[in-house]
């Protein structure tokens, strides 16, 4: 039950910054242009930053390397598959785009710290750190190398993926705080504490131009999407790689980071991501609110399960 409390006290934040975004726009005071260029702000600027100041001060372990592999192929084959699944089922690329980065892409990084300190206490987060650090930046990539080869408008290739990747802020930036921190390249106090700054105003003020963005009617309109990415982002993926990460041996810590990564709801940036690379911008953030709202139960059953086992 702790663990429940913990993810509500995160989630409903989240919940409160998307209402005070809503109630802006339904009283007239933020455009739906401005809400664009805020949003084209977030994905350019203090998202970026953000990434960069994670990357930055990141303790890197590859101690637990048999953790760090599975983590990251277990990735890519739900990417995988979920594009291999979606793009044959859903006609329209922009939604099926935005639906496959739903049931992949989880809020690990900003759940997954916090449950593990309610778990484990302060100080005992290094294995999910280490699988934040690396699995973060993994999203983004796959994020892009999805965007750029289903919903632009100029035909894909390699090349056309490869510089969509390196001109991708959020990556380049991920990159750069990573060089900095293998290169011990120190930042003047002052430097980055506006980094920090600039950084803590991503998610904020993401979720304010999201909640500006929803519309109910579209969500009543998109809810056998919304069905399918929820039941896989919460559900299905948890259970299957948990299982599998329980049958590779991993207890503890280490199993208790993958599960987190696995069962955290789809993440805010998500939101950031589809909305300026051409995916469906409201569904992206319908799935944000829906699955954030039930992760609050299946992420408290998860938990007590594995303890229950005496797994974690």
Same mark, same amino acid.
């Given at each position: 039950?702790?663990?429940?409390?913990?993810?509500?006290?995160?989630?409903?934040?989240?919940?409160?910054?998307?209402?005070?975004?809503?109630?802006?726009?339904?009283?007239?005071?933020?455009?739906?242009?401005?809400?664009?260029?805020?949003?084209?702000?977030?994905?350019?600027?203090?998202?970026?930053?953000?990434?960069?100041?994670?990357?930055?001060?990141?303790?890197?372990?590859?101690?637990?390397?048999?953790?760090?592999?599975?983590?990251? +192929?277990?990735?890519? %084959?739900?990417?995988? /598959?979920?594009? *291999? &699944?979606?793009?044959? @089922? !859903?006609?329209?690329?922009?939604? $099926?785009?935005?639906?496959?980065?739903?049931?992949?892409?989880?809020?690990?990084?900003?759940?997954?710290?916090?449950?593990?300190?309610?778990?484990?206490?302060?100080?005992?987060?290094?294995?999910?750190?280490?699988?934040?650090?690396?699995?973060?930046?993994?999203?983004?990539?796959?994020?892009?190398?999805?965007?750029?080869?289903?919903?632009?408008?100029?035909?894909?290739?390699?090349?056309?993926?490869?510089?969509?990747?390196?001109?991708?802020?959020?990556?380049?930036?991920?990159?750069?705080?990573? +060089?900095?921190?293998? %290169?011990?390249?120190? /930042?003047?106090? *002052? &430097?980055?504490?506006? @980094? !920090?700054?600039?950084?803590?105003? $991503?998610?904020?003020?993401?979720?304010?131009?999201?909640?500006?963005?929803?519309?109910?009617?579209?969500?009543?309109?998109?809810?056998?999407?919304?069905?399918?990415?929820?039941?896989?982002?919460?559900?299905?993926?948890?259970?299957?790689?948990?299982?599998?990460?329980?049958?590779?041996?991993?207890?503890?810590?280490?199993?208790?980071?993958?599960?987190?990564?696995?069962?955290?709801?789809?993440?805010?940036?998500?939101?950031?991501?589809?909305?300026?690379?051409?995916?469906?911008?409201?569904?992206?953030?319908?799935?944000? %609110?829906?699955?954030?709202?039930?992760?609050? &139960?299946?992420?408290?059953?998860?938990?007590?399960?594995?303890? $229950?086992?005496?797994?974690?």
């Amino acid at each position: 039950m702790e663990s429940v409390a913990v993810t509500i006290r995160v989630c409903l934040p989240i919940y409160i910054m998307i209402a005070v975004g809503y109630m802006a726009n339904r009283r007239g005071m933020v455009s739906r242009l401005t809400r664009k260029e805020l949003n084209t702000s977030v994905f350019r600027i203090f998202l970026p930053l953000l990434l960069f100041e994670n990357m930055y001060t990141s303790h890197l372990d590859v101690s637990n390397i048999k953790v760090l592999l599975f983590a990251v +192929a277990s990735v890519i %084959l739900i990417f995988l /598959i979920c594009h *291999a &699944v979606i793009f044959h @089922v !859903v006609g329209n690329k922009s939604m $099926a785009a935005t639906m496959v980065q739903g049931m992949y892409r989880s809020n690990f990084a900003l759940l997954g710290i916090a449950l593990t300190e309610t778990l484990y206490g302060l100080g005992e987060t290094e294995v999910t750190g280490m699988l934040v650090a690396v699995i973060i930046p993994l999203y983004n990539v796959l994020a892009v190398i999805l965007f750029e080869s289903s919903c632009q408008n100029e035909k894909t290739g390699m090349g056309r993926i490869v510089k969509g990747i390196l001109k991708n802020p959020l990556i380049l930036w991920t990159c750069i705080g990573l +060089a900095f921190n293998l %290169l011990h390249i120190s /930042i003047p106090v *002052a &430097v980055n504490s506006a @980094v !920090v700054s600039l950084g803590q105003v $991503a998610t904020p003020l993401a979720l304010f131009v999201m909640g500006g963005n929803f519309e109910a009617a579209k969500t009543r309109k998109n809810r056998k999407p919304l069905m399918a990415v929820s039941m896989t982002r919460l559900i299905i993926v948890p259970v299957l790689c948990t299982a599998m990460s329980v049958v590779l041996g991993f207890r503890g810590k280490s199993l208790y980071a993958l599960f987190l990564m696995y069962a955290t709801p789809t993440a805010v940036a998500s939101y950031a991501m589809a909305s300026s690379m051409g995916g469906d911008e409201d569904l992206a953030g319908e799935i944000v %609110l829906v699955t954030t709202a039930v992760s609050m &139960v299946s992420i408290g059953i998860g938990v007590y399960v594995l303890t $229950a086992l005496r797994l974690i």
